[in-house]
């Protein structure tokens, strides 16, 4: 039997951060996912002695054996978080226990060991206070990236029996560069991203991995971001390579495809149903085809479109591309509805509006 005994971090507070002067000279043009602060926090895994190690420690690189079995079958699993620095100097997550939670989903589909939500937490809490200087002022957030791999050094195809679980941290603006301007996309007809009984609703590099041609057909086509069908019938809109879907109609309702296996059950996602219904608006989760979309927005039902996700939180789709022409949506603007739940959702994540779902955990003492 496994010890229950709580992990205790060990913290080694890194001897060289990067200078004050420097730091702030780097929040001064912020992109997304290229400047890392100065720790990590890492726990490793392995079959005889199950969670171990705990540590908060100067960023590095891990030694890798070549034949670390991530490198070649891919047994890797992340999540997305933010770190926010509220109006009134709070430092706050939001529903950190849904990526807790998530994250072992992830680690079941993918035969991977658990780990205690406690301890994700504690690493998440731990890396956000010793680098609480990292979170940008303002528009800003600390991208938090939790993450596991398998690194057992074995080539036989089976579950890894050693794994290093890790959160880095990084600083970023706004993820589509030029604002908040509605974004345009690619339907994907070659490729899917998910298919009945696969890993369409892990967090898993995996995913990305087949997912990123067609984002590069999407950008050769000179689009933001590529939307999926489904793989049995190509016909069902799935969700982008990282973010789901939302359609707002002309009646005022929302739909947005039903999680199902083969979509990533996403938190933003989950938030915005919830923040639509606190408004009166009627939420469908319901499967909603490429032709049914193209014939609401000839016929005037459909008002708005967006996407959502930790990273760009919400983005409107102004523009749709596909291989037989393309179709705008809202004259391509951002429309009303997608303002006004962007704009509520915003608001709770940065500690700036009464939180009654109590979805923000601030962390003290900071
Ligand atoms: C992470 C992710 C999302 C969005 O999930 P959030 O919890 O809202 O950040 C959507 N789709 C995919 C494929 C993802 O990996």
Redesign the pocket.
């Known amino acids: 039997m496994q010890a229950e005994t709580a992990l205790t971090f060990d913290i080694k507070p890194n001897q060289t951060p990067l200078a004050e002067a420097d730091r702030l000279k780097a929040f001064e043009s912020l992109g997304f996912g290229t400047l890392f602060s100065d720790h990590m926090a890492v726990i490793r895994w392995s079959s005889d002695k199950g969670w171990h190690s705990p540590e908060v420690t100067a960023r590095a690189p891990f030694p890798i054996d070549p034949a670390s079995s991530v490198l070649h079958y891919a047994q890797e699993i992340f999540e ?2 933010k770190a926010y620095r509220s109006a009134d100097g709070r430092v706050v997550l939001f529903r950190p226990e ?2 807790a939670r ?1 994250f072992n989903e992830s680690a079941r589909r993918m035969a991977m060991p658990e780990l205690p939500e406690a301890a994700f937490l504690d690493a998440v809490e731990k890396l956000v206070r010793i680098d609480a200087k990292w979170i940008p002022e303002g528009e800003g957030s600390l991208y938090l990236r939790p993450f596991m791999f398998a690194s057992e050094t074995f080539l036989g195809v089976r579950p890894s029996k050693e794994y290093i679980f890790c959160v880095i941290a990084s600083p970023v603006g706004p993820y589509f560069k030029g604002g908040a301007k509605p974004v345009k996309i690619w339907v994907s007809e070659h490729y899917t ?1 998910a298919a009945r009984g696969g890993t ?1 609703a892990a ?1 898993c590099g995996g ?2 991995a087949a ?1 990123l041609i067609a984002q590069a057909e999407a950008a050769e086509n000179g689009c933001d971001q590529v939307v999926f069908l489904d793989a049995a019938e190509q016909r069902w809109v799935e ?6 879907v939302f359609f707002v109609m002309e009646d005022g309702s929302i739909v947005t495809p039903p999680l199902g296996g083969t ?8 938030s915005l149903i919830s923040l639509a219904r606190d408004e009166g608006i009627t939420v469908h989760e319901k499967p909603y085809s490429f032709e049914e979309w193209q014939a609401d927005v000839a016929s005037g039902k459909l008002r708005e479109a967006f996407a ?4 760009a939180v919400v983005a409107a789709i102004g523009t749709v591309k596909f291989s037989g022409g393309e179709f705008q949506i809202g004259g391509g603007e951002t429309g009303p509805v997608t303002t006004r739940l962007r704009q509520a959702l915003v608001s709770i994540q940065r500690g700036q509006s009464n939180d009654k779902h109590g979805w923000i955990r601030a962390i003290s003492g900071i």
């Open positions: 997305g978080m849904e990526n998530r991203r369409g967090k995913n990305y997912s969700e982008l390579g990282g973010m789901n979509i990533l059950p996403g938190i933003t996602r989950k959502c996700g930790t990273a």
